[in-house]
């Protein structure tokens, strides 16, 4: 099994409304990865977990939290958002954790997110 | 701090025509991995090859090519024949050795490839 999925594949959510994002991997990797796409810009990482620690965190408002209750599944736990918060949010998984440097990351289809 | 270019923001051919897409690197990492992702309209980002930098072979994967020059910080791709399938965003990324970094991936722009029958 060599895929990453996430749920839901879109969500529509209000600013005062809390929601989470699922990824879930089979693959046995063991870094996950959070990334946020804007409309015609690359994606931006926000949060990488390594052997289910949170490893590095790129600032990201406390807004979005997130969460890996075990190696096959990354949650982004999502409240008080904001309109500019609207983006494809993609999930990515690495093998061998940070340790294996330079192992390519396997992206799900990603959630596209619309806070009104 | 490291830098990926893709001057082209758009590139529009007709079927069948080669379409060669250029990637431009900047880093002071001695090791580091280089990497092209392509993004379909429907989101997902396919990986399609990853480089090392002591490793300058270019390679060849059935329609598609890629040509890694140290000498001038570049990694392009090259796509022969071109099909309406490779309509996409192609995204050239870097990535640092450094554990710390969290193989964090440095993306370029992306460059929309369209494909006209």
């Known amino acids: 099994d060599t895929e990453v999925t996430q749920t839901p594949k879109h969500l529509v959510m209000g600013m005062t409304n809390k929601k989470s994002l699922k990824c879930e991997q089979h693959?046995?990797?063991?870094?996950m990865y959070w990334y946020k796409q804007k409309a015609k810009k690359p994606p931006e990482l926000m949060f990488v977990y390594s052997y289910e620690k949170l490893s590095i965190n790129e600032s990201v408002p406390s807004r979005f939290s997130p969460e890996c209750p075990n190696s096959s599944l990354l949650n982004l736990h999502l409240h008080a958002l904001q309109p500019e918060d609207s983006a494809l949010y993609l999930c990515a998984t690495k093998d061998r954790g940070l340790a294996g440097a330079g192992g390519e990351q396997f992206f799900g289809p990603g959630t596209r997110l619309t806070v009104l | 701090a490291q830098k990926v270019t893709q001057a082209q923001t758009e590139i529009s051919v007709v079927e069948k025509e080669d379409v060669t897409l250029d990637c431009v690197y900047e880093t002071r990492d001695t090791t580091y991995y280089l990497f092209w992702y392509k993004q379909p309209p429907s989101g997902e980002l396919v990986f399609l090859i990853r480089r090392n930098s002591f490793d300058e072979q270019n390679e060849i994967s059935g329609r598609y090519s890629w040509n890694f020059q140290k000498s001038t910080s570049s990694f392009n791709f090259t796509i022969t024949a071109s099909q309406v399938v490779d309509s996409a965003v192609y995204f050239c990324a870097l990535s640092e050795a450094l554990k710390a970094a969290g193989n964090k991936l440095t993306f370029g722009g992306g460059t929309r490839v369209l494909v006209k029958p």
């Open positions: 693959m046995g990797h063991r870094a």
